[in-house]
C-alpha cells in the first residue's frame, strides 16, 4: 500500500521540483516579481519589524578599516558637538593674531567721522567704483576706492569694496590684507571673517580658521550675507572637522554644504567656489555616512550614503561597500541586496569588484535565495556572458559553481581571456576542480597549453 502512495506521489513531486529552482523560487518568478519580494522585506526592516544585527559583519572587501573603524567612548573629539569642536580646535588668539595679514596696520578711532564734505566726495569715488566694477573694470575700481578711502578713513564698507575690486585682478595676498583690516575695524564683518578665515583654511591654518569662524557661529549669526556662503563655510568646517577626527562635529554641519541647488552657483558672488562644493556633494556625504560608521550610527550612515547614491561621483566604486555594510550592521540584510542590485543595473558588465560584492553578500546575509534567482534569471536571458557566469557561481554552492563554471568553459575553449580570467577565478575558491577541468581541456584542445 505505501508503495503505491509513493508510485502515485512520484508525479506530483517531480513536477513540484521542475517548477522551482534550487534557490527555491518558482522557475516562471520574474526578476520584477523577486525584486519585489526583496522590497516589501526591506520595507519591513525599515519599519522597525527586524532587530539590528547581533555582531557586525566584517567589513567589504578594499574597505580601509580605519576609515569606518568604530571609535571608543574614550576618543573625546569624536563625540564633539560641532559647537564643541569650534571651541576646542580655536585656540586662544587674540584679534590682532587673527588678522595678522593687516600687519601692524592701526584701524582709525571708532569714535572719528569724517566731515560732511568728505562723506560726499567718499559717496563720489564709491559710486564710480561701484560702476566700474559692473563693467569689470576692475584696475579703475580699486584706484577709485582708494581715493573713497583718503576721504573717509572710518567706513569699513569702503575698504570691503577695495579688497574686492583686488582680489578681482588677483590680487588674493593685498585683498586678504584689506579684509583683515575690515574686521580691525568691526570685528563681527561678515564678509570679512569668511574671507580671512577661508585664507587660513587654504594654508592649512585650521585654528585661526576656526577661530574666525566661530566669532560668528557661536554667537548665532551666520555668513547669509551671500547665497552661497553658507555651503562655503559648511563644506570648509566638514573638511576641517574630518581632518581632526571630530566626526559627531562632522555629521552636524554638513547639510549647508549639499543641501542648495545650481541656481545657488549662478547667483553667488562665489560661484566658482560654490560650483566646487555643489560637484563635490556626493563626497561630502560619503564622508558624513563614514563619520557615522565611526559613531556606531550605522542606520544614519547608510541614509547619507543613500542621497550619496543620487548624485554624481569622482569615485562611484567607492560607494556601494560601505553603503552594503552599513546596511548589514543596521540589521537590514535586504536593503543590503537591494543595494548590490541597483549597482548591477547601472553598469553595462559586472566588473570584479561587484563580484567579490556578491561573495560578500553571500557569506553575510542569513538568506541569499531571492538575490542568486534574480541573477540565475539574469544568466538565462544572457548565458554566455563571462561576468554573470562569475557572479552566479558566486552565490551558487561549490558544486552547482563547479559544474556551471565546467559547461562554460567548455562551449568557449578558445576564448583565452575568458578561459584565463575563469579559470584563475575559479582556482582560488576549488583549484583541485580547476585543475582537473585545465587538465581536461589541454587534453582536448592541445594548442590551449
Not at 240 to 269: H, K, Y
Not at 382 to 404: F, I, K, M, N
Request: glycine share 6%; with cysteine.
Amino acid at each position: 500500500m505505501r508503495c503505491f502512495l509513493w508510485i502515485l506521489l512520484l508525479p506530483v513531486l517531480i513536477l513540484g521540483c521542475a517548477a522551482h529552482d534550487s534557490t527555491g523560487w518558482p522557475r516562471d518568478a520574474s526578476i520584477e516579481t523577486l525584486r519585489g519580494s526583496l522590497e516589501q522585506a526591506a520595507e519591513r526592516e525599515r519599519s522597525g519589524e527586524w532587530t539590528e544585527a547581533a555582531a557586525l559583519p566584517e567589513l567589504p572587501p578594499g574597505l580601509d578599516p580605519e576609515r569606518l573603524k568604530r571609535r571608543s567612548a574614550d576618543h573625546a573629539r569624536a563625540h564633539l558637538s560641532w559647537t564643541e569642536a569650534l571651541r576646542q580646535l580655536a585656540g586662544e588668539y587674540t584679534l590682532e593674531e587673527l588678522t595678522a595679514p593687516a600687519g601692524d596696520w592701526e584701524p582709525p578711532s571708532p569714535d572719528g567721522a569724517a566731515e560732511q564734505h568728505e562723506q560726499r566726495a567718499a559717496l563720489e569715488q564709491y559710486l564710480l567704483g561701484h560702476q566700474a566694477m559692473l563693467d569689470e573694470k576692475y584696475l579703475i575700481a580699486g584706484n577709485a576706492f582708494r581715493r573713497a578711502i583718503e576721504h573717509d578713513p572710518y567706513a569699513p564698507a569702503l575698504r570691503r569694496a577695495l579688497a574686492r575690486a583686488l582680489i578681482s585682478v588677483g590680487d588674493q595676498r593685498a585683498g586678504v590684507e584689506q579684509y583683515a583690516r575690515v574686521i580691525r575695524m568691526d570685528p563681527a564683518d561678515a564678509e570679512a571673517i569668511f574671507t580671512v578665515a577661508l585664507a587660513y583654511a587654504n594654508r592649512e591654518q585650521y585654528d585661526k580658521a576656526v577661530a574666525l569662524f566661530g566669532r560668528r557661529l557661536l554667537d548665532d549669526r551666520d555668513f547669509s550675507f551671500d547665497v552661497g556662503a553658507r555651503a562655503i563655510v559648511s563644506h570648509t568646517l566638514a573638511t576641517i572637522f574630518r581632518l581632526q577626527g571630530c566626526d559627531r562635529a562632522l555629521t552636524e554641519v554638513v547639510e549647508d554644504a549639499v543641501n542648495f541647488d545650481q541656481l545657488t552657483v549662478e547667483r553667488s558672488l562665489y560661484g566658482p567656489r560654490v560650483l566646487s562644493v555643489y560637484r563635490q556633494r556626493a563626497e561630502i556625504l560619503r564622508h558624513a555616512g563614514d563619520a557615522h560608521c565611526r559613531l556606531g550610527e550605522y542606520g544614519r550612515a547608510a541614509e547619507r550614503y543613500g542621497r550619496a547614491a543620487e548624485l554624481p561621483s569622482p569615485d562611484p566604486s567607492a560607494l556601494p561597500p560601505r553603503w552594503i555594510y552599513a546596511e548589514l550592521a543596521s540589521g537590514r540584510p535586504n536593503a543590503a541586496k537591494l543595494v548590490w542590485l541597483r549597482l548591477i543595473n547601472q553598469a553595462g558588465s559586472i566588473s570584479e569588484g561587484e563580484i567579490r560584492l556578491a561573495t560578500y553578500l553571500h557569506r553575510n546575509v542569513p538568506d541569499a535565495d531571492a538575490l542568486t534567482a534574480i541573477v540565475r534569471r539574469l544568466h538565462e536571458a544572457e548565458p554566455e556572458r563571462a561576468d554573470l557566469v562569475r557572479t552566479l557561481a558566486a552565490l551558487l554552492p561549490e558544486g552547482d559553481a563547479r559544474e556551471l563554471l565546467a559547461d562554460f568553459l567548455l562551449r568557449h575553449p578558445r576564448d583565452r581571456r575568458v578561459m584565463a580570467t575563469l579559470l584563475r577565478w575559479w582556482g582560488e575558491r576549488d583549484q583541485p576542480g580547476a585543475l582537473e577541468l585545465a587538465i581536461g581541456l589541454i587534453k582536448d584542445q592541445p594548442d590551449l597549453a
